[in-house]
T-cell receptor, first 110, second 117 residues
Framework: QKEVEQNSGPLSVPEGAIASLNCTYSDRGSQSFFWYRQYSGKSPELIMFIYSNGDKEDGRFTAQLNKASQYVSLLIRDSQPSDSATYLCAVKPPNNDMRFGAGTRLTVKP | DADVTQTPRNRITKTGKRIMLECSQTKGHDRMYWYRQDPGLGLRLIYYSFDVKDINKGEISDGYSVSRQAQAKFSLSLESAIPNQTALYFC????????????????FGDGTRLSIL
């Protein structure tokens, strides 16, 4: 079992829709969770982090964390073509280095 | 100017050559990391350094070595390059002295695309 799992996609949504990206992790003791956006050929860019169960909103982005289910998600409201990218989920286990998922490729169609 | 600068941005070389990738940062962060990224495998940690005298192996350190020449500089070497080391390489930094868990996010350089023939 991979430490951080994401559906590789591609996930395709129409412009203006809600994009839902999901991530599961294996280390139950993990306390810190991050979402990075990576455009093709570019470096990962941090867009959200969440430490507590529940929802955290920042503009059009909402991160959701459920530690009991070992599940973290990212919702993008009013999706725009400029949101088309690969989204990386990262998890910081206790006493270990950051672990990254392989990423979900999102395409927003005009 | 980029806060985390990687050089070169692209490199093509032959099997058996020694290669050095360099990373410098102006963020004042104490921690630095080297990752490689392969299609479908995500980012995998090669080495990391918490300060100049602290170097640690990551998930996939075999075939690589590093040097932390100063707090702001962290270089990655491939002593004898092989084709399966063809990948996109990223340097990242973080600041352990930031308050609470805000010290954990990592900030990435623009990457080095390395091709070994």
């Amino acid at each position: 079992q991979k430490e951080v799992e994401q559906n590789s996609g591609p996930l395709s949504v129409p412009e203006g829709a809600i994009a839902s990206l999901n991530c599961t992790y294996s280390d139950r003791g993990s306390q810190s969770f991050f979402w990075y956006r990576q455009y093709s050929g570019k470096s990962p860019e941090l867009i959200m982090f969440i430490y507590s169960n529940g929802d955290k909103e920042d503009g059009r982005f909402t991160a959701q964390l459920n530690k009991a289910s070992q599940y973290v998600s990212l919702l993008i409201r009013d999706s725009q073509p400029s949101d088309s990218a690969t989204y990386l989920c990262a998890v910081k286990p206790p006493n270990n280095d950051m672990r990254f998922g392989a990423g979900t490729r999102l395409t927003v169609k005009p | 100017d980029a806060d985390v600068t990687q050089t070169p941005r692209n490199r093509i070389t032959k099997t058996g050559k020694r290669i050095m990738l360099e990373c410098s940062q102006t963020k004042g962060h104490d921690r630095m990391y080297w990752y490689r990224q392969d299609p479908g495998l995500g980012l995998r940690l090669i080495y990391y350094s918490f300060d100049v005298k602290d170097i640690n192996k990551g998930e996939i350190s075999d075939g690589y070595s590093v040097s932390r020449q100063a707090q702001a500089k962290f270089s990655l070497s491939l002593e004898s390059a092989i084709p399966n080391q063809t990948a996109l390489y990223f340097c990242a930094t973080s600041d352990s002295r930031a308050p609470g868990r805000s010290n954990q996010p990592q900030h990435f350089g623009d990457g080095t695309r390395l091709s070994i023939l």
